[in-house]
């Protein structure tokens, strides 16, 4: 199958995740083409160069603002800004607001309105939403209010809207392939919010993670916005080595700032999947497993076939000996992580 494996070595965020696309051969007439549909051409325009970071080549995506002439430079760029960590200022965490003033952003609401009356492609727009919707219950429940009334920066800001819709963009103009991902970390110091000073990660950031494997590292930068979060938390099929793939491309999306040691590039490969040398499928379930002390042989022995007529694929007792030397049996069940 058509793939691409996101190897986020310096971490990722919205705007290293296009770039990366872009590096792969995304078109940039059909990818402005495809974000003219939004109808907010007249509050920025994109701007793709080649640049490089610690040696390595690559290509930048920005987004100019028009309406404050501000620009987004890459909010996951691991620089220290002057609130001292890697948010840009566009994408620092501020509390929700009710109303509909656009320079504070949108809520949730009003993008998935924008988005949902847009010409986008059906892929795009489900896509876009998805993604929206997974950073907005997720500040929805760190500030305790609902997600349609989310209305943060990180949220929706025209820049965010744009990494987001963009990264949609570029993975249905590569063919939607399937998306993997390796293990993702974040590093253990600091950022400066409109809240006050919290820990890494950010707090949208492990609300986003929630289920999926994270390390911290000792370094004190932000590696992973929550829009990065977010895109692989909704795209990637799973999360660690590269899967076996035939390579075909290799793509960088840069971040701003040229850190060192680490290069702050996001590199995507491109290709696809094979099998080793078999035609084989796989899955994950879901193992359930305890240790019982105080039943007897006669209520034990009627767990498995009352677990298999629940829908368990597979459930078996196993002798164990317990606490004081007690006999007592090991109840394990395979099942859909959904049961």
């Known amino acids: 199958m058509p793939a691409l494996f996101f190897d986020c070595s310096s971490g990722i965020s919205g705007d290293m995740t296009v770039a990366a696309l872009f590096d792969l051969g995304v078109n940039p007439e059909a990818f402005t083409a495809e974000l003219e549909k939004l109808g907010l051409n007249s509050e920025f325009h994109t701007h793709l160069s080649q640049q490089s970071r610690q040696m390595i080549a690559g290509t930048k995506f920005d987004v100019h603002l028009t309406a404050d002439r501000s620009s987004h430079s890459g909010h996951a760029d691991h620089s220290h800004s002057r609130h001292g960590h890697s948010h840009s200022e566009d994408h620092s965490h501020h509390h929700p607001h009710s109303d509909s003033d656009h320079s504070h952003g949108r809520t949730y609401r009003e993008i998935r309105e924008l988005i949902g009356a847009s010409p986008l492609s059906e892929n795009v727009r489900r896509d876009s939403l998805a993604v929206f919707q997974r950073i907005a219950i997720a500040e929805g429940r760190i500030h305790g209010c609902a997600p349609d009334d989310v209305g943060f920066h990180e949220v929706g800001a025209v820049d965010s809207i744009v990494d987001i819709v963009g990264a949609c963009v570029c993975l249905e103009l590569l063919g939607n392939p399937d998306v993997y991902c390796s293990h993702l970390f974040d590093g253990n110091g600091t950022i400066q919010c409109a809240h006050g000073t919290f820990p890494l990660p950010a707090p949208a950031t492990l609300e986003i993670l929630k289920g999926i494997p994270l390390r911290q590292i000792d370094e004190s930068m932000e590696f992973i916005t929550p829009t990065g979060a977010a895109l692989m938390a909704e795209f990637s099929r799973g999360f660690g080595p590269m899967p076996l793939m035939q390579i075909e491309k290799i793509g960088y999306g840069l971040g ?62 196993t002798p164990v000996q317990m606490k004081k030397n007690r006999p007592g049996v090991q109840l394990t069940v395979l099942c859909e992580k959904s049961d």
């Not at 080793?276 to 105080?294: F, K, R």
């Open 256 to 317: 701003t700032r040229d850190t060192s040691p680490r290069p702050n590039v996001l590199r995507v490969v491109m290709g696809t999947t094979l099998t080793d040398g078999a035609d084989l499928e796989s899955d994950t379930i879901t193992e359930i497993v305890t240790n019982i002390d105080d039943g007897t042989p006669e209520i034990a022995g009627t767990f498995p076939a009352a677990l298999l007529e629940l829908g368990a694929l597979d459930a078996f007792l």
